[in-house]
């Protein structure tokens, strides 16, 4: 079963630009979440969703958002990009059962630097 | 609110030699705990998990941890590490709300491998 996808893989943008990052869960799995990872910040959490819904938001602006699509991909995307912005972005996708504590399986990231 | 300390920011340790990481976590019922590990440029990969029942856990790559309630610990161990082991390690916290998928982690714990 493939796993986690994210695209793409490098991303360099400039001050006040916007982007969209993409995720690809693995099959079956409904859940994505998606964590910032930062040398200062360490890994952070931004945002979940689940059938299409975002159920638990982390701490963020408001520039940072996201969305998920029927077939359980999702993108996220940040406005106004600031130099603090650089960050390793990763997603990562659980198989809901009906307890609490599903692992997540990560993907790869997508580095985002901003100039 | 939950939380996780890793109180260790870089180890180094003889290849063949045994490791503990140490991991304490802050969270008011029952916790799910995970160990994660990260090489450079990669995402994260789950080493192991607890969620209930026998305290000692093992994971992939020989690696187990040990569910301390009493001491609020999820270490993880290694009898002998290999030079394949340097990376970076996480330990994180999962809610126990059915619904909740955000994982708090730990700042990582860099681990260096000397022949």
């Known amino acids: 079963k493939a796993g986690v996808t994210q695209t793409p893989r490098y991303l360099i943008k400039t001050r006040g630009q916007q982007v969209t990052l993409s995720c690809s869960p693995i099959s079956g799995h409904r859940s994505v979440s998606w964590y910032q990872q930062t040398p200062g910040q360490g890994l952070q959490f931004l945002f979940e969703y689940f059938s299409e819904t975002q159920r638990n938001k982390g701490n963020f602006p408001g520039r940072f958002s996201g969305r998920q699509f029927s077939n359980s991909r999702s993108e996220m995307n940040v406005s106004t990009l600031e130099l603090g912005d650089s960050a390793l972005y990763l997603c990562a996708s659980s198989l809901i059962r009906g307890r609490a504590g599903n692992e997540q399986f990560f993907g790869p990231g997508t580095r985002l630097t901003v100039l | 609110a939950q939380s996780v300390t890793q109180p260790d920011i870089h180890i180094t340790v003889s290849e063949g030699a045994s490791l503990e990481l140490r991991c304490n976590y802050s969270?008011?019922?029952?916790?799910?705990l995970f160990w994660y590990v990260q090489s450079p440029g990669q995402g994260l990969q789950l080493l192991l998990k607890y969620f209930s029942g026998d305290t000692l856990v093992q994971g992939i790559k020989g690696f187990e941890a040990e569910f301390k309630r009493s001491q609020s610990s999820f270490n993880l161990r290694k009898p002998s590490v290999h030079w394949s082991d340097a990376a970076e390690y996480f330990c994180?916290?999962?809610?126990?709300?059915?619904?909740?998928?955000?994982?708090?982690f730990g700042t990582g714990t860099r681990l260096t491998i000397i022949p």
């Open positions: 969270y008011g019922a029952t916790p799910y």
């Open positions: 994180a916290v999962g809610s126990d709300n059915f619904g909740n998928e955000k994982l708090t």
